[in-house]
């Protein structure tokens, strides 16, 4: 199984994590809020300081995947979004990179641009609710 942990006060992030959930029939990722209760107790090994600036996902085995390698790896999890794999061919890898870490700053600015919310409204603890 694939744990995958999310800024679940991010409309964007919500909204993703919302669509994986939906195809995830197979019950082979689990979703984790990092704001949510007890998540440092749950998680030790997850720095929430380091999550709140780049998406962590992690094996079955331990291995943890960052950024854009833990988002093609909840895509392929789901057998969606293949073409996803293309960002992390060499000569893509380092511009995906530099574009997502400049989208995980400013991920509240750029929700409002979509979303017209920066961040969620308080439904569930003050968090967006994973339907």
Request: proline fraction near 3%; hydrophobic fraction near 40%; glycine fraction near 4%.
């Amino acid at each position: 199984m694939l744990t995958i942990f999310f800024d679940g006060t991010c409309p964007l992030c919500v909204a993703e994590m919302n669509e994986l959930r939906t195809l995830n029939t197979n019950n082979a990722i689990q979703f984790e809020d990092i704001f949510s209760e007890n998540f440092n107790e749950r998680f030790p090994d997850i720095d929430i300081q380091k999550a709140t600036q780049i998406l962590h996902a992690k094996g079955e085995d331990g291995e943890i995947f960052l950024g854009l390698d833990a988002t093609v790896k909840a895509w392929s999890t789901v057998n969606r979004k293949s073409w996803l794999r293309i960002l992390r061919w060499p000569v893509i890898k380092i511009a995906a990179d530099a574009a997502y870490l400049f989208f995980a700053r400013n991920r509240y600015k750029i929700s409002w641009i979509f979303t017209g919310k920066s961040r969620c409204e308080p439904c569930n603890n003050g968090k967006c609710d994973i339907k």
